[in-house]
C-alpha cells in the first residue's frame, strides 16, 4: 500500500517593482587636502612623476571626528534629500566598506538607525572598490523581488587608516570619502543587468599585510596596510576590466555611442583613459576624472566622482551612464545607469 500523499503547502511569494532607478546620490569629502608636495615628504617621489603615472594632484584624508559613521551619515542624508524621501521611507541600508573598524556590528545597523529610519534591514559588503557597483546591484534586486521599496546603498572608506605613509607604491593613492546614493521603484527600466565576478587566484595583489591574529602576535604589533602590486592590477584593470564594462553595455543593449557618461572607478588616470580607449567611446562622452582631487576612495570613489558631475553641471538628469568598480579580491562589477 502506498504512503498517503501529504497536501502539499503553497507559499506566498513577493513581488516587487517591475524595474528600479537611482532616486539621488549624495558625497561627503573630508576636510584635508593632501597635495603631492605633501606626499613627497613622506616618500621618495616627485609631484611630476604622481601625476604622469596616476592622474592624481591632491586627495582628502579624513581627520579623527571624520569617521566611517560621519562620513556616511552626511552622504546619505544628502542622497536621501536629493531623492525626495525621508529617511523613515528608507527600509534597507547597504553599506559597503573594508575599513570600518568593528568586526561586529555592522556600520549598516548604526547608520541606519541614526538617520532615522524605521527599523530598516541593515548590513554590511566587503566588495572592495566594487563594492559601490555590487551594492548597487543588490538594491536593484531587493527592489525587484519585493524585499525592499527605498534601498539606500552607501560606500564609505577611511583608507589613509589602513595606507603606511611610507610605502612609495601605495601612500599617493589612497584616500577616504563617502558616497551614497538612493534606489527605488522605478516604470522602466533604469538599472542595466550587472556584469560582475571575482579572480580569488589574485587575491594578493592588494592585501592587508598580514591578519589581525598575526599582527597581535607580534612583539611589537604594528597597525596593519594595504598593500599593492600595482602593475599586474594596473593591467588587469586596463584590459579585463575593459572587457567587462564592454559586456555590461552589451547586456544593457547600448551600444558605445548611446551612453553618454562613463564613470570609472577612480584609481589611475591612464587606467581610465584605457578604458575609455578600448570602449572607442566617442569625444562627446562625459568621463569622470575625479581621481585628480579625490585619490582613490574604494567604495566612495564611483557615487563621489557621479555627485561632482552632476553638481558641476556637466551631466543632467535621465543621461545613460556606464559604471564600473574593480579591486581588491580581485573583485569587479559594473553596470549601466540612468542618471537621477
Ligand atoms: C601604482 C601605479 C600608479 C604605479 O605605476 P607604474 O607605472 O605601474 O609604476 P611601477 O610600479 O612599474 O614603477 C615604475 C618606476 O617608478 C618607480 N616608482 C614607484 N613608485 C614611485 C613613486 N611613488 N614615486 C616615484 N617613483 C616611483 C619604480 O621604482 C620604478 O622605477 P624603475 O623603472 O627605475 O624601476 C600603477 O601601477 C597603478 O595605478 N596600478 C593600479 C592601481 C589600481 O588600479 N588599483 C585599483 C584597485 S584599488
Excluded at 596616476?54 to 552622504?75: F, H, K, N
Excluded at 571575482?198 to 592588494?206: E, F, M
Excluded at 556637466?314 to 574593480?326: M, N, P
Aim: glycine share 8%; with cysteine.
Amino acid at each position: 500500500m502506498s504512503a498517503p500523499s501529504i497536501p502539499r503547502r503553497t507559499i506566498k511569494a513577493s513581488i516587487g517593482s517591475p524595474y528600479a532607478k537611482i532616486l539621488g546620490i549624495g558625497g561627503y569629502r573630508p576636510r584635508r587636502i593632501v597635495d603631492n608636495a605633501e606626499i613627497c615628504t613622506l616618500i621618495d617621489s616627485t609631484d611630476e612623476w604622481i601625476r604622469t603615472r596616476s592622474g592624481i594632484r591632491e586627495r582628502r584624508w579624513a581627520s579623527p571626528d571624520e569617521t566611517v559613521q560621519m562620513m556616511s551619515l552626511a552622504a546619505a542624508r544628502k542622497a536621501i534629500e536629493r531623492a525626495g524621501l525621508h529617511p523613515a521611507q528608507i527600509d534597507t541600508v547597504i553599506v559597503s566598506t573594508v575599513t570600518h573598524l568593528l568586526q561586529t556590528p555592522s556600520a549598516a545597523a548604526t547608520i541606519a538607525s541614526e538617520l532615522g529610519t524605521e527599523g530598516a534591514a541593515a548590513f554590511d559588503i566587503s566588495a572592495a572598490c566594487a563594492g559601490f557597483c555590487y551594492g548597487i546591484t543588490m538594491a536593484d534586486s531587493l527592489i525587484r523581488t519585493g524585499a525592499s521599496t527605498y534601498a539606500l546603498v552607501i560606500g564609505v572608506e577611511r583608507l589613509s587608516d589602513f595606507t603606511n605613509r611610507g610605502d612609495r607604491s601605495t601612500a599617493f593613492i589612497f584616500a577616504d570619502g563617502a558616497g551614497a546614493a538612493v534606489v527605488g521603484p522605478s516604470e522602466t527600466p533604469a538599472i542595466g543587468p550587472v556584469v560582475w565576478g571575482s579572480d580569488g587566484d589574485q587575491a594578493n595583489l592588494i592585501t592587508q599585510t598580514e591578519p589581525w591574529d598575526q599582527v597581535m602576535e607580534a612583539d611589537s604589533p604594528q597597525w596593519p596596510s594595504l598593500t599593492m602590486d600595482g602593475n599586474p592590477v594596473f593591467k588587469w584593470a586596463s584590459f579585463t576590466m575593459a572587457k567587462a564594462a564592454a559586456d555590461a553595455l552589451d547586456r544593457a543593449g547600448v551600444s558605445p555611442d548611446e551612453i553618454e557618461v562613463f564613470v570609472p572607478h577612480q584609481a589611475n588616470m591612464r587606467i581610465i583613459d584605457a578604458m575609455r580607449r578600448a570602449l572607442r567611446l566617442p569625444d562627446t562622452v562625459v568621463v569622470a576624472r575625479d581621481i585628480e582631487r579625490q585619490g582613490n576612495s574604494s567604495a566612495a570613489s564611483i557615487p563621489l566622482a557621479l555627485e561632482a558631475l552632476m553638481e558641476s553641471g556637466q551631466v543632467r538628469s535621465g543621461q545613460t551612464c556606464l559604471i564600473i568598480g574593480f579591486g581588491a579580491g580581485l573583485v569587479y562589477a559594473g553596470q549601466v545607469i540612468v542618471l537621477p
